[in-house]
């Protein structure tokens, strides 16, 4: 027999009654029923319930075990009564009655609980990250992420990429996120940077002559947390292809996103639905009017619309006066509100307000008659043709976003979301794609007053270099492009500036000399030089899909070792000081260290 297990804790049914077993994990939970003891025995597969009575040699050992010790127990197979068969377990039919254990690692008293789903804090369970990954979500989770990577490998391969891996030591970049740098020994002074993600390497793949490239890339950006944003760290399906249009990029792409979503849409049993390929291709000019953002949740059936011109000259003094100033207002419907009190449009005014607006402006009917000021200043008329023109019924009412362009945009997208979110009308049971495409090349800097590049700098404008010569800058649009499922941008990709004249010339508009090039991009802009075909790609984010798929409103949950929203790993103790020794190896000196040292010493002269 071997020295551990002969079957694992998912393996054994009815087939295995009155054999011999050897089993070994986690003692998961206890029951003590007067002399009989109930213990379900965990580990990576599954759940045995394991029985121990007045005769069994085992009962004194596992009456003394702390839950999560781990054991190896021996015993018979044996069919539980009808009456106890648990459905709910693959093993449920059966249980082990043991006649002999052996503990292989008792355990101390828990600091959190493994058994069931009770709230912890972030620190507890980061620093004890190790026992939350044995709770059944979180293992779940992980084990569903290792799935998703090992699906998207095999499509990608079947689509005809190939995986390469670029370095994890490069140089630092001037452009995008905060780099994170790492001291080179060798060479006193430099410095390494982390792959922000591999952006110039694929590229070069390109230029190189190979055709289709991919891989499960991880990336380093020293940036704050955000709930679909771990720090320090996240992995991208990275992938580059050559002699490709925009729409060559979505066809080939689609059907791995598609397949994997279908492929897992019905994890745990969620019974999810995903929409139909070929992805809807949205302008980013008509994502902003129409859903507020650039990442629409076509789940929400709600549509924002630019009703300024019906207030110009109106009687609504303000939205009026806000119209002849060249501002905006935007409409915000709300389906069949009439049943809902005044206080669902005042909470409504309230949760504007502490978001930082102004407010946000209503007005509510019912059986076509219309409410509240701006409805009665308005005039009735003019509301109900209004409403005819977008579309809504006699019972929906209308929440309004005034005031310059952007902020209005911003509101009305939150907004939008708020209501749909309080009226119930998100369907959880959808994954909805698209892809946002025609971005503007540039936009206005108001803080540097300068024109700069507004999402890539390395994508090719529409219109090429004749656009970049003639047109207005901020007019320029580029081929760069967001795929967003359920309103989260799973990545942003562009079809690629190959060509150095036309880079210089994109650099120049937004500032920057031919030096200024020569120096910050030389690797790729000489490159180029020596013949680079047309290519394009993108990197949709691994952690952000498996979030989606787990249902997971955190990036948190679905990353097997993340750190705090600081940034902090509590369960290494990283980032920490390191010794003299070390940093003297690397010639540098740590200024925080010597604060800390100072601040020592004159707190003990004190």
Known sequence: MHAYRTHNCAQLTADEVDHTVRLSGWVHRKRDHGGVLFLDLRDHHGIMQIVADSD???LPALEQLRVESVVTIDGVVKRRSEATVNPNLATGEVEVFASAVTVQSPAQELPLPVFGEAEYPEDIRLRYRFLDLRRERLHANIMLRANVIASIRRRMVEGGFTEFQTPILT????????????PSRVHPGKFYALPQAPQMFKQLLMVAGFDRYFQIAPCFRDEDARADRSPGEFYQL????????????????????????????????????????????????????????????????????????????????RFASIVEAGDVVRAIPAPD????????????????????????????????????PIAKNHGEAKMTAMADALGLGPDDGL???????????????????????????IDPKRFEFCWIVDFPMFEWDEDNRKVDFSHNPFSMPQGELAALESKDPLDILAYQYDIVCNGVELSSGAIRNHRPEIMYKAFEIAGYTRADVDRDFAGMINAFKFGAPPHGGSAPGIDRMVMLLADEPNIREVITFPMTQKAEDLMMGAP??????????????STAETKDAGAMVAKSAG
């Open 576 to 589: 920490g000081f390191v010794s003299p020794k070390q940093l003297k190896e690397l010639n540098l000196r």
């Open 56 to 58: 069994s040699p085992a």
């Open 238 to 317: 990275d992938f580059e292809m050559s002699f490709v249009t925009q729409e060559d990029v979505f066809v080939a792409i689609e059907p791995v996103l598609h397949g994997l979503f279908e492929e897992f849409a019905n994890w745990q049993g969620k019974g999810r639905q995903v929409s139909a390929l070929p992805f809807r291709r949205i302008p980013y000019r008509e994502s902003m009017l129409k859903y507020g953002n650039d990442k629409p949740d076509l789940r929400n059936p709600i549509l924002i619309s630019d009703v300024s011109e019906r207030f110009a000259g109106s009687g609504f003094g």
């Open 399 to 425: 929440f309004f976003a005034a005031g310059p362009q952007a902020q209005a945009t911003r509101l009305a997208g939150l907004a939008r979301t708020r209501v749909a979110e309080q009226l119930g009308l």
């Open 171 to 182: 140089a630092s970049s001037p452009e995008g996120a905060r780099d994170y740098l790492v």
């Open 337 to 372: 509100t009439a049943d809902r009190s005044r206080k669902f449009f005042d909470d409504m005014n309230g949760w504007a307000q502490a978001e930082g607006f102004a407010g946000l402006g209503y007005a509510t009917r019912k059986g076509g008659e219309w409410g509240g």
